[in-house]
Each structure stands twice: as structure tokens, then as C-alpha cells.
């Protein structure tokens, strides 16, 4: 199984459309066998999807998400564990354990992120504050 996280100094990435690194983790019987830090290369919404395809990921843990990059991951058969904060190794042993919480309906698709400003996000992109 692998396992991919939005990655931000450690902890879980609150962006999707963002993201500059991905964590990914191999896992085999409920532990970690190998985990290693992925660049994007400044890949925008739609081909990080295609990224983590190539990558052969299975299921992605995330902050917030956008509509179109959700049904992109659907299209490409990915699992995608959204709303979810915290160190990202943290997060992928409670997965693995079967205690993750997250926020199936966690999402970004009120505004252009393009615009100026930043979000500061709280539980996944549907409860933040925007300058």
C-alpha cells in the first residue's frame, strides 16, 4: 500500500492545490516500510493527481481540497482522506491503526487562492479565515 500526505514541515498540508512536497509511505501488515519526501516541481490542481497516479499511490491524506482535484483522484481510483491536521507520521500510524479522524466533506471551492491572500485553516479549508 502506499500512502500519500500534503507535506509541510512535518505536518499535513492544509492546501492540495498548493502543495510544493509530498510525503509518500510504503506500508505493508499495518507498519511503515519506507517513507520518502517528493517535490511537486510547482505542479498546479490538476496534475497533482496525475503525480500521485504515477507514483502509484492508493490513498491520500489531506487538509482542504477542492471539488475538481476530489473527482480527479476519484477518476484515478485514489482513496482521499481530507480535513485531517497534525505531524504527518503521527497521522499515517493512526491510519494505519485505524483511529484516523478526518473530514470527508472538507473542501476548498470558495474563492481564488490566486487572489492575494492567504488561509488559515482551522479543521480542513471549510473553517478558516482569510486575509
Same mark, same amino acid.
Given at each position: 500500500?502506499?500512502?500519500?500526505?500534503?507535506?509541510?514541515? +512535518?505536518?499535513i498540508g492544509q492546501h492540495f492545490g498548493r502543495t510544493e512536497q509530498f510525503k509518500? #509511505? !510504503?506500508?505493508?501488515? +499495518?507498519?511503515?516500510?519506507a517513507s520518502e519526501v517528493i517535490g511537486t516541481n510547482g505542479a498546479g490542481h490538476g496534475a497533482l493527481a496525475g503525480f500521485l =497516479?504515477?507514483?502509484e499511490v492508493d490513498t491520500l491524506i489531506c487538509g482542504g481540497? +477542492? @471539488?475538481? /482535484?476530489? #473527482?480527479?483522484?476519484? !477518476?484515478?481510483?485514489i482513496r482521499l482522506l481530507p480535513g485531517v491536521m497534525g505531524n504527518a507520521d503521527d497521522v499515517v500510524r493512526s491510519? $494505519?491503526?485505524?483511529? $484516523? =479522524? #478526518? %473530514? @470527508?466533506d472538507a473542501a476548498c471551492h470558495h474563492h481564488d487562492h490566486e /487572489?492575494? *491572500? %492567504? &488561509?488559515h485553516h482551522g479543521q480542513g &479549508?471549510? %473553517? *478558516?479565515k482569510c486575509n
Open positions: 500500500m502506499r500512502i500519500a500526505v500534503t507535506y509541510e514541515n +512535518g505536518m509518500i #509511505y !510504503d506500508a505493508e501488515n +499495518g507498519e511503515i516500510t =497516479s504515477v507514483a481540497i +477542492g @471539488p475538481g /482535484a476530489r #473527482y480527479a483522484l476519484e !477518476d484515478m481510483g491510519y $494505519l491503526e485505524g483511529t $484516523l =479522524s #478526518y %473530514d @470527508p /487572489a492575494g *491572500h %492567504d &488561509c &479549508c471549510g %473553517d *478558516h
